[in-house]
């Protein structure tokens, strides 16, 4: 079958299949560790949604994105802390009090503090509170690894087990599965920065 001929959700499929998708999808994650506000799962879950069976190489594409770019963040900490809080806190979205929660949630529970599940502070914030208190790089890559698995990973797998459980009807009907997965995603954020 042709690319024309394959409907939208199948060309999403194929591609989830590729390595562009995979750099993609790390390279969203890379930069949304820093400084971008829209999570990566939005578009993974995507990927994902319209092929299941990629789902360990979507969440592995977001954590080795997220580890870069965090390990970028603590390069830019190191030669210019105060610029680097500035960045994070202009971020839409990101506020004193996100950092705040971050740094109770490190100052609890080490490594662990960086577990999320659900919406809250974003990997920026516990990665420049991490550093602000003084925790090494090791300690940045295992908590950006925790960070992304526990919170973009049930993401992905309810999208995958979605994926499985509905196929027929998302390929037959890829405008209000779009439609509905814009509607979500939406929500998502209108909860999260209302």
Known sequence: MTDA???PVDRLAAFAGRPAA????????????????????VGAAALVLASPRHVARMLA????????????LAGLFATAPGAARDLILAVPGVNGFLLEAARTD????GVLGFTQLGPGPP???????????????PGLVAGAIVNRIS?????LLAAAVLGWAFGGPIRRHPAATALAYAAFWVGVYAYTFG
Do not use: M
């Open 22 to 41: 995979s750099l993609l999808v790390a390279a969203w994650a890379a930069v949304e560790a820093i400084v971008l506000p829209i999570v990566p799962d």
């Open 123 to 137: 990997l920026k914030t516990y990665s420049l509170e991490w550093l602000a208190l003084g925790g090494n790089a």
């Open 151 to 155: 919170r973009i990973g049930p993401v």
């Open 61 to 72: 594409a977001v954590v080795i994105g997220a580890v870069f770019g965090s390990l970028l």
């Open 5 to 7: 001929a394959r409907g």
């Open 106 to 109: 490190l100052e609890r529970a």
